[in-house]
């Protein structure tokens, strides 16, 4: 059962425009992670959220956690290339050490 | 530094012909996950280790095994591996910090099945 729902599974924006990409759950986590992977390489960590109705900002990136901890976005502005990417994210359910992850977001930006 | 390895990043290996995946970490976390990730889908849990305490999803096929002889050092086993098995083997670690636990990923082993 996927318990992580991200949308849009696909977005192709041109550069400079702003996304916000939405990942949503029925369940509460105690931390979410946001991850950005690049084809052939593993997912890198960008943030993780942990308390409810947090923000915190990266540069361009945007993400907040919703204050009852089921839900996750991250906004990203003034879009560039180089944010082409999956957008994974990921966290395990209040209580347990299993990790799932979101559907991903597929990112393109062209220049 | 890396903290999570895992070799070899790219492995090929025949029809049926066992294979052995690798992935170490010197970040002493007690738990460690396999994921099996295919093209433009999302990582796919197949099992984690608690210390030494072994998890495996239920949908995980009974040819992939794993092996976790210490903290630093987890195996993925596929006894005989299919077609269908071609895919990118993510490892990952975290932490006991209970609020903010965090998975940190190595490389991958791409996995090709001829």
């Known amino acids: 059962t996927q318990l992580l729902e991200q949308s849009p599974q696909f977005l192709s924006i041109q550069e400079g425009e702003n996304l916000t990409v939405y990942c949503n759950s029925s369940?509460?986590?105690?931390?979410l992670q946001w991850y950005r992977q690049e084809p052939g390489e593993g997912p890198v960590l960008l943030v993780t959220?942990?308390?409810?109705?947090e923000v915190k900002k990266l540069k361009r990136l945007t993400f907040q956690f919703g204050d009852a901890r089921k839900d996750s976005s991250l906004h990203i502005t003034a879009a560039q290339p180089g944010d082409t990417g999956l957008y994974l994210c990921?966290?395990?359910?209040?209580?347990?050490?299993?990790?799932?992850f979101g559907t991903g977001t597929r990112l393109k930006v062209l220049a | 530094d890396a903290m999570v390895i895992q070799n070899p990043r790219y492995q090929v290996t025949q029809f049926g012909k066992p294979v052995t995946l690798s992935c170490s970490q010197t970040?002493?976390?007690?738990?460690m996950y396999w994921y099996q990730q295919k093209s433009s889908q999302a990582p796919k849990l197949l099992f984690h280790?608690?210390?030494?305490?072994?998890?495996n999803e239920a949908d995980t096929p009974d040819n992939f095994q794993s092996r976790r002889p210490n903290t630093s050092f987890c195996f993925l086993d596929i006894r005989s591996p299919g077609l269908g098995d071609a895919a990118m083997y993510l490892c990952?670690?975290?932490?006991?910090?209970?609020?903010?636990?965090?998975?940190?990923f190595g490389p991958g082993t791409r996995l090709t099945v001829l």
């Open positions: 990952a670690t975290s932490g006991l910090a209970a609020l903010t636990d965090t998975q940190y």
């Open positions: 970040l002493n976390h007690n738990v």
């Open positions: 990921a966290g395990a359910p209040s209580g347990t050490y299993k990790y799932i």
């Open positions: 959220v942990v308390t409810g109705g």
């Open positions: 280790y608690y210390d030494k305490d072994f998890n």
């Open positions: 369940s509460v986590f105690s931390s």
